[in-house]
């Protein structure tokens, strides 16, 4: 092989190897403002999705909270106590006993013994602004009959439960004390009412 012939094989081979490099740095991924290029196509790559905003809760029934004007609170939709008021008024009743019936000036209405009862015996006794009351019965009802009885009465007189440790009902109110005892015996259900009834 001549010298000649040797340069134009170098030749030759010299422009293949640039050929290629220069092919590879023209048809390779560059990268554009931190995107790679796609490859020969000249087209941009993907771009990142921006974030979505968050979505708007969604309401649910009923929880709703209402503004304090609007509120209601659970004393505003109880009704209101009637005053208390003295359910005896001066001159007080005279003082007495009777037995097998109700003493004068007893009041029956408050302290009366139930209908189906057989009064044993009844007491007046005032002092001052007070009077105290009692009275002793005997009935075929059952205790519990009895007792339901009283309640509902005193209930329906506007009186208020109130605790009493040797009693089965005790009411009242700022002028008015009265509770009941009642006992099972032989004859049947044997009850005692017991109040203090003041005029101021």
Same mark, same amino acid.
């Given at each position: 092989?001549? &010298?000649?012939? @040797?340069w134009v094989i170098a030749a030759v081979a010299t422009a293949?190897?640039?050929?290629?490099?220069? *092919?590879?740095? +023209?048809?390779?991924?560059?990268?554009?403002?931190?995107?790679?290029?796609?490859?020969?196509?000249?087209?941009?790559?993907? =771009?990142?999705?921006?974030?979505?905003?968050?979505?708007?809760?969604? $309401?649910v029934d009923g929880s709703e909270v209402l503004p304090p004007e609007q509120a209601q609170?659970?004393?505003? @939709?109880? $009704?209101? +106590?009637?005053? !208390?008021? $003295?359910?005896?008024? /001066?001159?007080?009743? %005279?003082?007495?006993?009777? =037995?097998?019936?109700?003493? *004068?000036?007893? &009041?029956?209405?408050?302290?009366? /013994?139930?209908?189906?009862?057989?009064?044993?015996?009844? #007491?007046?006794?005032?002092?001052?602004?007070?009077?105290?009351? =009692?009275?002793?019965? @005997?009935?075929?009802?059952?205790?519990?009959?009895?007792? !339901?009885?009283?309640?509902? @009465?005193? *209930?329906?007189?506007? +009186? /208020?439960?109130? %605790? !009493?440790?040797? *009693?089965?009902?005790?009411?009242?109110?700022?002028?008015? #004390?009265?509770? +009941?005892?009642? !006992?099972?015996?032989?004859?049947?259900?044997?009850?005692?009412?017991? %109040?203090?009834?003041?005029?101021?």
């Amino acid at each position: 092989m001549t &010298p000649a012939m @040797r340069w134009v094989i170098a030749a030759v081979a010299t422009a293949v190897v640039g050929g290629l490099v220069w *092919a590879m740095v +023209l048809g390779g991924p560059r990268v554009i403002d931190g995107a790679d290029e796609a490859d020969g196509a000249g087209g941009a790559a993907p =771009s990142a999705s921006p974030t979505q905003p968050a979505a708007e809760p969604t $309401p649910v029934d009923g929880s709703e909270v209402l503004p304090p004007e609007q509120a209601q609170t659970v004393s505003g @939709r109880l $009704p209101a +106590l009637p005053a !208390a008021t $003295p359910r005896i008024a /001066a001159p007080l009743p %005279a003082n007495g006993t009777a =037995s097998g019936s109700l003493v *004068a000036g007893y &009041p029956v209405d408050l302290a009366g /013994a139930t209908p189906p009862s057989d009064v044993v015996d009844s #007491s007046i006794s005032g002092d001052g602004s007070t009077v105290q009351v =009692s009275l002793t019965a @005997r009935t075929d009802e059952t205790p519990d009959a009895v007792t !339901a009885a009283f309640r509902e @009465r005193w *209930a329906a007189q506007g +009186l /208020a439960p109130v %605790a !009493a440790a040797d *009693a089965a009902l005790a009411y009242g109110d700022a002028f008015t #004390s009265i509770s +009941l005892a009642v !006992a099972t015996t032989g004859t049947g259900t044997v009850y005692t009412v017991f %109040a203090t009834l003041r005029t101021e």
